[in-house]
Every structure is written in C-alpha cells, then in structure tokens.
C-alpha cells in the first residue's frame, strides 16, 4: 500500500554522492597535510558535518574552525559536480509518485547548501518539492527531528510516512519517528531492528505499492 507521504534522504539514496563526499572530505584532511584514516568513510555515513568535525579535531588535532573545514571540503565538491549521478530508480520512483500525487520531502543531513545543489543537479529543485536541511532543524539525524519536522510541514501523521534511507544513521531517525523506514542499502549493512532492509530499486518500488519494471 502506498503511504501518504515518502520521505527521501539526499546523499546516497536519490543521489549517488557519498563517493564524492568521502573523496571531498580526503581532499580537506590532505589539504592540511593530514593522511585520512582507512576506516574513515564507513564511521561517517549519514553524519552530519558538524560531529564529523568535531570527531576529527578530536581524534587528528585539527587546528581550524569549521568554517575553514567545510569551505574545504566544499570546494572540491562543488569542483566535481559533474561526477553526480543519480542512483538507479530512485528518481523513476520520485516522479511516479509525484504523479500520484504522494507528498514528498528532502530529508537530508547536509547543509542547504549541498541540498540546493544537489536538488538541482537532479533536476528536482522546483517550488513544490520541500527540502529540510541540516541548518533547518536543532539535532541531526540520528535524532527523529528532521523527520517529524517533516511530517508537522506537510500535516500527514508520522504513522502514515515512509522514510528511504541510506545509513544506519539515517535510517534509525526514521524508525524513532514512527515511520515506516527502509534502509535501501548500497553496501553490507546488518539488519536495524524496525526498518526495512533492501538492495534493489524494485524492492523498494514493490514496498511503496508500485508496479515493478
């Protein structure tokens, strides 16, 4: 049955960017003659920027203030751009259920900056397509803020959303809100108790109550 609403996650679940984020975020720790930890991209998918920071300057001395970190890592990510793609069916289910006329949010723990971008790159970035970004809400995700701030915008209770996610981190928002919450997963994740765990566009399609391709 097709929920009410459906609540996408940016990075990794719309659009295939965490690449370019883990190669921007190398980009920054080399630029201050840092050598990025081998562990360091699986610790911090779907971590919002802010606690990223603080783990690194807690961990390998960084010696900057954020500011300076994330113009950085910015820098080289809007210099690759042309690298996004979007991620297979993700954006076929997107319109389709904008056909059926099924609320949609961006729900991401980037900042409105990336979001916008990304937004645009995809295409995506018109007036009725709402967007809710890291600089929009008090906690990021993990916490279930951006997820029921979601769902208090469009007016749809939390019980009647879905939640397609990426992480663990993500995903584990959508279960503390309420939601219906899939972890449409692009690496080997372990099951989260109380979402849903998929690998394929048509899974998750077959989950959303839509025909499969």
């Keep these: 049955m097709t929920p009410k609403a459906v609540f996408w996650d940016m990075d990794g679940t719309l659009i295939d960017s965490e690449p370019l984020h883990a190669r921007s975020l190398e980009a920054a720790l080399r630029s201050l003659d840092i050598e990025p930890p081998g562990d360091l991209h699986a610790r911090v998918v779907g971590v919002a920027a802010g606690p990223v920071f ?3 300057r807690d961990e390998l001395g960084l010696q900057l203030t954020f500011q ?3 113009a950085r890592k910015y820098s080289h990510y809007m210099a690759h751009l042309h690298e996004l793609q979007p991620r297979e069916g993700a954006l076929e289910i997107f319109a389709e259920l904008e056909q059926m006329g099924v609320a949609q949010v961006i729900v991401s723990n980037s900042d409105r900056k990336v979001v ?3 937004m645009r790159v995809l295409g995506i970035d018109r007036p009725a397509i709402r967007s809710i970004s890291r600089n929009d809400v008090r906690q990021a995700k993990p916490d279930p803020e951006p997820y029921l701030r979601a769902a208090f915008l469009i007016g749809v209770d939390p019980s009647n959303c879905a939640v397609v996610e990426d992480s663990v981190a993500g995903a584990t928002a959508g279960v503390e809100a309420g939601m ?3 972890l449409w ?6 099951p989260l108790p109380g979402a849903v765990l ?3 566009a ?3 399609r077959r989950h959303l109550g839509l025909p499969q391709v």
């Design 116 to 118: 916008d971008t990304n």
């Design 202 to 204: 048509n899974e998750l």
């Design 68 to 70: 300076d970190w994330i």
């Design 198 to 200: 998929l690998s394929t």
């Design 54 to 56: 603080e783990m690194l």
């Design 185 to 190: 997963v692009q690496e080997n994740y372990l």
């Design 180 to 182: 219906q919450t899939y």
